[in-house]
């Protein structure tokens, strides 16, 4: 089942995307956070520094990305599938 038209700050999505920690993390707060990467870099770059050397700027925190999981290879039976949805 294909669930579509569904806001993309909505808890199904972030579910999709990776878990809770992506709840709320739409198109503009990802947008918001690289342009406020964008203006930590420009700033560094562009800075006149007293010590000639610029500031570390902490980048802004985003959800972590999980590893993708492997595929297991093993065949599992219908016994052992309705055993585990039914909770014996």
């Known amino acids: 089942m294909l669930v ?13 995307s990776g878990g809770r920690e992506y709840l ?3 198109m503009e707060r990802h947008m918001q956070a690289d342009l406020f990467d964008a203006l ?9 520094w007293a010590k000639g050397k610029a500031p570390k700027i902490p980048a ?3 959800p972590k990305a999980r ?3 492997k595929k297991a290879e093993k065949r599992v039976s ?3 599938i309705y055993a585990r949805l039914s909770g014996r």
């Open 67 to 69: 590893p993708e999981k």
């Open 78 to 80: 219908v016994a052992e």
């Open 4 to 16: 579509q038209r569904l806001p993309d700050t909505s808890m199904t999505v972030a579910l999709a």
């Open 24 to 26: 709320g993390w739409g």
């Open 40 to 48: 930590n870099a420009n700033t560094k770059a562009t800075g006149n």
């Open 60 to 62: 802004y925190p985003r």
